[in-house]
């Protein structure tokens, strides 16, 4: 489990960067959507 987590909090990691990039350019609130959806 603990590895599952490790790899959850990489790809948190990543989606955290892309949402930065997103707010950037004004793409958030899609990509909340997306995020709560899945």
């Known amino acids: ?3 599952i ?3 959850k909090g990489y790809l948190w ?3 955290a960067f892309s949402l930065a990039k997103s707010i950037s350019t004004g793409n958030s609130k ?3 959507v997306r ?3 899945k």
């Open 5 to 7: 987590w490790k790899k």
């Open 1 to 3: 489990r603990k590895n």
């Open 13 to 15: 990691a990543v989606k």
């Open 35 to 37: 995020q709560t959806n």
């Open 30 to 32: 899609s990509f909340f």
